[in-house]
């Protein structure tokens, strides 16, 4: 089972579209295993975003990702990775798939809604940057044999 720590980014807290964005992860059958709402701050941000430390854009990204609550969760699935990653559709808003998170709701790059890991390995490295084991719940979905072969 992979997983994958997924964000709503702060622009889709107050556009109101938190539910939205969830129940499309939860619609495609991924399992939600750990979910919370947090102010995240400068410290977090750099954590989360190190590789990108260096980049003409990453000061935006920080100022952006600190600028108003997440939701940080984590969803568990056969290829929970590539699953969200579609669901989300590509980077730039503008050339993400009609019927992506970001092909429905997004313009721009620098307001693109949803963060989603990028590997199994980043999946685990970052569910652990915001969850220590004991908040990610191991719980049985009936619905299970009617998502899973
Ligand atoms: P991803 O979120 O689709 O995995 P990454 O390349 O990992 O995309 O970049 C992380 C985040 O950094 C993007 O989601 C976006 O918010 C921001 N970002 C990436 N490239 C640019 C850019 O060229 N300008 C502004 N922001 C960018
Ligand atoms: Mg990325």
């Given at each position: 089972m992979e997983r994958t720590l997924i964000l709503v980014k702060p622009d889709g807290v107050q556009r109101g579209l938190m539910g939205e964005?969830?129940?499309?992860?939860?619609?495609?059958?991924?399992?939600?295993?750990?979910?919370?709402?947090?102010?995240m701050?400068?410290?977090?941000?750099?954590e989360h975003y190190a590789v990108h430390k260096g980049r003409?854009?990453?000061?935006?990204?920080v100022a952006y990702i600190t600028s108003g609550p997440v939701v940080a969760?984590?969803?568990?699935?056969?290829?929970?990775?590539?699953?969200?990653?579609s669901?989300?559709?590509a980077t730039k808003p503008a050339e993400a798939a009609p019927g992506s998170i970001r092909g429905d709701f997004g313009m721009e790059i620098g307001r693109n809604l949803v963060h989603g890991s990028d590997s199994p390995e980043n999946g685990m490295l970052e569910a652990a940057i915001y969850f220590s084991d004991d908040e990610l719940v191991n719980w049985s979905r009936v619905t299970?044999?009617?998502?899973i072969e």
């Open positions: 964005i969830i129940g499309r992860f939860e619609r495609r059958g991924l399992k939600l295993i750990g979910m919370k709402f947090l102010q701050t400068p410290a977090l941000a750099e003409p854009f990453y000061d935006a990204l969760m984590v969803w568990e699935g056969n290829d929970a990775i590539a699953a969200a990653r669901t989300i559709g299970d044999s009617w998502i």
